[in-house]
């Protein structure tokens, strides 16, 4: 009806043959956007508007000439013709692009198979080799014993750490994850989220930068602390056992800088491009990961309004999350 009235309006700079087009062309546009029935409908109620409006004489349904009664005629049929068309091709674009969407879901499925096939088969294995060992040997010292209660609570965690990233990653990508504020120890949980590290892989040693009088902080613990263990536990991973590895933690006015670096060989060129992207994992087929730990980071720091960095280069790595935060002041009741 707009675009009727505008061309009406402009009639007298146009002739009704142009009027003509200008309504075949929207009614196109309208099978772009609407189902089937009211492009029919549009289709009609055009040529209809057509006819009354434009076609001579004016303000009525009667045709003078054959030459516009077959013009009416052949306008009704594009019509129809062209916003059915349109309708239909808009149609198999959807159908195409959910058959990616399923062929893409089934990528995905058989990633995930692919990727923590070995990254859970490992730890169960440690599990109930460990397990048979302990019942049916009964000569085993009480240090044998101890050293494999220990890789059962190893084991035990991994396993336990690649299903809180399944379960992390559900969460993001169903859209509808939300932070849960509440004050935060950040000096408290780096040293425990240190020693997790530590105790998973012995070999390793972080170094500490934190100021121990940091105050609290308004944060989702839950994420932060996700955030921090895959970056950490990511470096133990994908280091030589005679790397560094350091955490800083700095607060800067209402925002809380975390800075994780290592010394090791760095990401190249296409890592660093798709570090955080899903699966993502190192060229270097010695180490283990499911791909997910950088994901995670990304994602929940997102959540949390921050953002991460990488700087990588030949002598290590550095990544930097800056998270706003609220800081406790002693008069606050509430975060």
């Known amino acids: 009806m707009v675009v009727a009235a505008v061309c009406y309006t402009l009639s007298g700079l146009m002739g009704y043959r142009v009027a003509a087009f ?40 009667h045709v003078d000439t054959t030459e516009d009664t077959i013009l ?5 049929i594009i019509a129809i013709i062209s916003g059915v068309l ?6 198999v674009e959807k159908i195409t692009r959910l058959k990616e969407e399923r062929a893409n879901s089934v990528k995905l499925y058989n990633t995930i198979l692919n990727s923590l096939s070995h990254e859970l088969r490992t730890p169960i294995a440690a599990i109930i080799a460990a397990t048979d060992n302990l019942q049916t040997n009964p000569n085993l010292t009480n240090i044998h014993r101890d050293q494999l209660v ?12 690649q299903v809180e990233n399944l379960l992390n990653i559900s ?4 859209g509808h994850i939300k932070p849960k504020n509440d004050w935060t120890d950040v000096v408290e949980l780096v040293y425990d989220l240190v020693k997790r590290v530590e105790e998973n892989n012995p070999a390793r040693k972080i170094a500490i930068s934190i100021n121990q009088n940091l105050p609290l902080c308004a944060i989702d613990k839950g994420m932060l602390d996700q955030i921090i263990y895959n970056l950490l536990n990511n470096a133990a991973i994908h280091t030589a056992p005679d790397s560094t590895i350091a955490i800083s933690i700095t607060q800067l006015v209402d925002l809380l800088q975390i ?3 290592d010394n090791g060989a760095g990401f190249d060129n296409v890592d660093s ?28 720091t997102e959540a949390l309004g921050g953002t991460v960095e990488l700087e990588s280069s030949k002598r290590g790595s550095k990544f930097t999350v800056t998270i706003p935060v609220k800081i406790y002041q002693h008069e606050t009741q509430a975060p």
């Open 171 to 174: 969460r993001l990508e169903s």
């Open 72 to 76: 009416l005629i052949m306008y009704f």
């Open 259 to 261: 800075d994780i670096e």
């Open 22 to 61: 200008i309504l075949l062309i929207t009614v196109s546009l309208l099978a772009i956007t609407f189902d089937i029935l009211p492009v029919l409908v549009s289709a009609a109620l055009s040529a209809l508007l057509w006819d009354f409006f434009f076609i001579p004489p004016r303000y009525t349904i």
């Open 150 to 161: 220990t890789e059962i609570s190893k084991a035990s965690l991994r396993l336990n750490q």
């Open 273 to 300: 491009r798709e570090v955080f992207h899903k699966f993502s994992r190192t060229k270097n087929p010695s180490t283990s990961g499911s791909g997910l730990g950088l994901t995670i980071v990304k994602g929940f």
């Open 86 to 91: 349109t309708y239909k091709i808009r149609q």
